[in-house]
């Protein structure tokens, strides 16, 4: 061998040590990027896959009422809920080899470097599903080297510390398809009106063409091109084994509808209602309120769309639209509390400021049935008389007087029963009957009613003159609706999360406030609004309603300088509306006075149209007899009027009415001298304080 060959083979040895050298180098290099790849993935730990989604609210009737979400429309749907033609297609046309990779397509990303370094700029993308998911959780869009690097790392994180399936359902549920649709359920409903899981096939290849060009691929918006996209995704599924051609051709010939909106599009309905569902939400519930409002939860509501559109309609029709005047309005189911329609106002845009919730405003007589239902509680009955005339009453200890007026300045002169009291809404009899109780009896009944702001201790009380929350006001009336049982205003039946688990749930009873025997004799007088038969120096307060009036209600106006009141109930809904201006400056207008009954009655009638009529069925521990209405004794031929009346067991007038009755000594109506016997334990009843001055 000749030393030119030696040579030739030192350097071939050389050679070979040099590549063998250079391939363990590569291979101890790519070996420590990977483990130092896995340490990274493993020490930093599964990246957040947290985002943003659509909470909606839903009406009694679970039908979507309004929806918030961070400006991305999204509704996360599991795999299994995604039609799996929709699944197969995204994989054809976005990533091949998604589940036999580790989140990288090698071979695409050369020949994507190749275009790039060609072009010398970044026009080709070879991102795998799990680069696009990590790319839509954590990074922006921009076409950058260093976005790729950190793109590179996040998809690591995510291929090393969830599953497939998991990446895949992120990634469908995340990925942006135009029209503020972000994932493929948002998609689906807006393009198809339908959910995923209900795509067909031609649906669901023309769905996943929309990514890589939401805009230009768009099928509201240039159906051609989206058409053209759809047909290549489904040779791509051919091709990838997922389909067959005969599936194929029918999948391009079906004829697709594109609908274009949003199913849940619905935020001006009720907006009042939906401040106050957050309202309780936060407060009450106590849920916090980004992951209320961007959580993907679903909230059920106990609002009634039907409903509430009456209330809105009538409230355009009555109120004039010029006027300053100001409306609160809620309906009620008095069985649970539920509230099924609520205004706050005249104009949400104009102050979202909530004058049923947020506001406190004096009640005016609607406290009386609350004050009256206490009288029945310590002896009185609806036979009770009192005089009413002028009267002045002293309190603070001597140093202060009270002479309270009558509507028109009108006074019977005369003994008045109880159920004519309240249908004239006497206020001489009001105020005598809160000094013969005791102050403390009104104020204790008020927190049994589910008032929470307190009742003064003055003779005026008696009139309304304590502030109250609107809604609770109207809500009290329950009581008398729902056989003594009170409940609370309740806008939240349940609270889902996007995977369906329960996380709140209204379960709360109503609870005895009253005697259900008391609270029926008070429902009943509460009819006498508007019976004529219980006029006499003064007419009944819903005299001008009977026109509009086709069925049995119990209801109480209530008037201030500033406020009007109506609130009432059937058997099976309660209503109630208070109007007045923000300012608390008096209502003199005749128009604003009439709001509030015209509302109330017309949205009673419109409400329950077409329902069954309701009676208030009398329990057995009450009896009806048929009274004068004047005197409160038996009706008889000697007596003009009659009115059936219902009484406590044993507690009824036993003596006729005549033309003398009266005339001399106490009428046997009067309330009893001595405290009656307990009725059956109340929840929160005070001690009793009996007061011996009355007013004859």
């Known amino acids: 061998m000749g030393r030119l060959e030696r040579r030739k083979r030192r350097k071939a040895g050389k050679a070979l040590r040099y590549s063998l050298l250079s391939i363990v180098l590569a291979a101890g290099l790519w070996s420590l990027l ?15 896959v947290a985002v943003s989604q659509s909470t909606i609210l839903y009406s009694a009737g679970d039908e979507p009422i309004g929806e918030h979400h961070s400006g991305e429309k999204r509704y996360w749907q599991p795999l299994d809920k995604i039609a799996p033609d929709a699944i197969d297609a ?12 580790n989140g990288f397509d090698f071979k695409r990303i050369a020949g994507a470097v190749v275009a790039d370094i060609q072009a010398m700029a970044k026009v080709q993308g070879a991102s795998t599903i799990s680069q696009q998911y990590a790319r839509n959780l954590y990074l922006s869009h921009d076409k950058t080297w260093s976005r790729k690097f950190n793109e590179a790392l996040y998809t690591v994180r995510l291929e090393w510390n969830y599953d497939k399936d998991t990446i895949l359902e992120g990634y469908l549920n995340t990925i942006y398809y135009g029209h503020g649709a972000y994932g493929i359920e948002a998609a689906s409903q807006f393009y198809f009106d339908k959910a995923a899981e209900d795509l067909t096939l031609a649906e669901a290849a023309m769905l996943a063409g929309i990514p890589k060009s939401p805009s230009g691929y768009s099928p509201v918006d240039y159906y051609d091109n989206a058409k053209d996209r759809q047909e290549l995704i489904l040779d791509e599924m051919i091709s990838n084994g997922a389909i067959s051609e005969a599936e194929a051709d029918e999948a391009k010939l079906e004829e697709i509808k594109v609908t274009g909106i949003h199913a849940d599009e619905t935020e001006d309905l009720a907006p009042y209602f939906q401040d106050a569902v957050w309202a309780e939400l936060e407060g009450e519930i106590g849920l916090e309120p980004h992951y209320l409002k961007y959580g993907g939860l679903k909230i059920y509501t106990t609002l009634d769309p039907e409903k509430q559109k009456i209330a ?21 189911n008095p069985k649970n509390g539920y509230v099924e329609a609520l205004i706050g106002g005249k104009d949400y845009d104009s102050s979202p400021f909530n004058r049923m919730t947020q506001a406190v405003r004096q009640p005016g007589s609607t406290l009386k049935p609350i004050l009256y239902t206490a009288a029945l509680e310590h002896g009185f009955t609806p036979a009770t008389t009192m005089r009413s005339e002028p009267t002045t009453f002293t309190y603070d200890n001597g140093n202060s007087e009270y002479s309270p007026l009558n509507f028109n300045h009108k006074f019977a002169n005369d003994d008045i029963t109880l159920a004519q009291a309240l249908a004239i809404s006497d206020n001489i009899y009001a105020v005598k009957t809160h000094e013969f109780l005791g102050h403390n009896v009104l104020s204790q009944a008020g927190k049994r009613f589910g ?18 929350v609107p809604l609770q006001m109207v ?14 205003p309740v806008f939240v039946r349940r609270v889902e999360t996007a995977d369906g688990k329960v996380i709140y749930e209204h379960k709360e009873k109503p609870v005895k406030a009253v005697d259900s025997d008391i609270a029926f004799v008070m429902s009943h007088m509460l009819t006498g609004t508007f019976d004529p038969a219980l006029n006499d120096y003064s007419t009944v307060t819903g005299i001008t309603l009977l026109n509009e009036k086709s069925r049995e209600y119990g209801a109480k106006s209530g008037t201030t300088n500033s406020d009007q009141w109506m609130i009432g109930f059937s058997p099976s809904l309660t209503a109630g509306i208070w109007t007045g201006y923000d300012e608390g400056t008096e209502i003199t207008l005749s128009e604003d006075k ?17 329902s069954k009529e309701e009676y208030f069925v009398p329990p057995d521990g009450v009896v009806a007899v048929t009274i004068d209405p004047h005197s409160g004794l038996l009706s008889s031929e000697e007596c003009e009027g009659q009115r059936t009346a219902y009484f406590l067991s044993k507690t009824e007038p036993v003596e006729a009415c005549s033309n003398q009755t009266g005339e001399e000594g106490e009428a046997p109506g009067e309330p009893v001298m001595t405290p009656p016997e307990e009725p059956e334990e109340i929840e929160e009843a005070d001690a009793d304080t009996w007061f011996l001055d009355r007013w004859f």
């Open 90 to 101: 995204t994989i054809a046309i976005e990533d091949r080899k998604f589940f036999s990779h």
């Open 451 to 468: 008032l929470e702001t307190k009742i003064d201790n003055r003779p005026a009380a008696a009139l309304g003159t304590s502030e109250v």
């Open 475 to 488: 809500n009290a009336y329950n009581v008398f609706a729902n056989g003594g049982k009170r409940t609370k």
């Open 594 to 610: 009439a709001i509030s009954k015209l509302v109330w009655i017309r949205f009673m009638e419109r409400a329950l149209e077409g």
């Open 312 to 332: 809105e309609e009538i409230m355009s029709e009555v109120v004039p639209e010029k006027s300053k005047i100001e409306v609160g309005f809620a309906a009620l």
């Open 34 to 48: 990977v483990v130092g790849l896995y340490f990274y993935a493993k020490t930093t730990g599964p990246p957040s």
